[in-house]
């Protein structure tokens, strides 16, 4: 498993844009998948964006397609979410996670189950 500590969170207004940085511990970072979620208050965990082990694959939520762009530097263990044109219904806490895939090179998805490694989260919240 990989230890993983997201920052970046914070309070910005709506338009704006914000980076989330994930750090992963562990000499077998490149060995993940890499996945952000997202819980808003009240609600489930979602899917927001997945990268593979070495980043040519990447997978994103329909509500943030367009809007935020994954990317990893193995060199640093480290996950980014870029995020732009941010709304209110971005508010919630946002995760990474990370977990080996059965096929190399691809992206693991929604299902939680697959993870096996979750960060603390960080709150983001945009203001109207």
């Known amino acids: 498993q990989v230890q993983l500590v997201e920052s970046g969170g914070g309070l910005v207004q709506a338009g704006g844009s914000l980076r989330l940085s994930c750090a992963a511990s562990?000499?077998?970072?490149?060995?993940?998948?890499v996945s952000w979620f997202r819980q808003a208050p009240g609600k489930g965990r979602d899917f927001v964006a997945g990268?593979?082990?070495?980043?040519?694959?990447?997978l994103y939520g329909d509500s943030v397609k367009g809007r935020f762009t994954m990317s990893r530097d193995n060199a640093k263990n480290m996950i980014y979410l870029q995020m732009a044109s941010l709304k209110p219904e971005d508010t919630a806490v946002y995760y990474c996670?990370?977990?080996?895939?059965?096929?190399?090179?691809?992206?693991?998805?929604?299902?939680?189950?697959?993870?096996?490694?979750w960060g603390q989260g960080t709150q983001v919240t945009v203001s109207s």
């Open positions: 996670a990370a977990g080996r895939a059965a096929v190399p090179g691809t992206v693991l998805g929604i299902e939680e189950g697959r993870y096996d490694s």
């Open positions: 562990g000499r077998t970072f490149d060995r993940y998948a």
């Open positions: 990268i593979s082990r070495y980043g040519g694959s990447s």
